[in-house]
T-cell receptor
């Protein structure tokens, strides 16, 4: 158990509304990531963070923003949700030290935009 | 940049038969390689990883993978599968330096038939 929780776990929202997903970790790891999973695409990186207030874009960042004001929380915001953002969103952490190079994933948030 | 191709989107196998899931990658820099498994309606779990050293790596649940640098491949194998191995399997790479952002393949759905 990597101590990662995501909230909410399921959400249905309407096109044009803002949505914020939360990722919380209990281990104070440096790196945190947001991915989306879509059939036929595997997982694709949206944004990542390498420290408090330090974030960068991933492969599919358009329409998304992130914030990290505390080590333990990484927020993903869809500023104006669209149907193409219907997906399963996964948060991941990487300790970034001690010879640990793999990422550990949260349980996911299933988002439906109607 | 890195890319990953999983050569089979679906692999049906009979129980107790051997299986190989194929993964090829491309990268201009040194990479780490991973296989993750996703059981239905769950998050991703690390099966095994290759960082350096021996090209044959062993993971959980009896799986192993072989890194072949000349063929840029990292195929996953199991000598005898069980019903419980039914899941989706993802191959992923990350640069060995920096933020270690993962790039995933499209996934291979392994179905075990009795």
């Amino acid at each position: 158990d990597a101590g990662i929780t995501q909230s909410p776990r399921h959400k249905v929202t309407e096109t044009g509304t803002p949505v914020t997903l939360r990722c919380h970790q209990t281990e104070n790891h440096r790196y945190m990531y947001w991915y989306r999973q879509d059939p036929g695409h595997g997982l694709r990186l949206i944004h990542y963070s390498y420290g408090v207030k330090d974030t960068d874009k991933g492969e599919v960042s358009d329409g998304y923003s992130v914030s990290r004001s505390k080590t333990e929380d990484f927020l993903l915001t869809l500023e104006s949700a669209t149907s193409s953002q219907t997906s399963v969103y996964f948060c991941a952490i990487n300790p970034g030290q001690g010879g640990t190079y793999e990422q550990y994933f949260g349980p996911g948030t299933r988002l439906t935009v109607t | 940049a890195q890319s990953v191709t999983q050569l089979d989107s679906q692999v049906p196998v009979f129980e107790e038969a051997p299986v190989e899931l194929r993964c090829n990658y491309s990268s201009s820099v040194s990479v780490y390689l991973f296989w993750y498994v996703q059981y239905p309606n769950q998050g991703l779990q690390l099966l095994l990883k290759y960082l350096s050293g021996s090209t044959l790596v062993k993971g959980i649940n009896g799986f192993e993978a072989e890194f072949n640098k000349s063929q840029t491949s990292f195929h996953l194998r199991k000598p005898s599968v069980h019903i419980s191995d039914t899941a989706e399997y993802f191959c992923a790479v990350s640069p060995s330096q920096g933020a270690q952002k993962l790039v995933f393949g499209q996934g291979t759905r392994l179905t075990i038939n009795p």
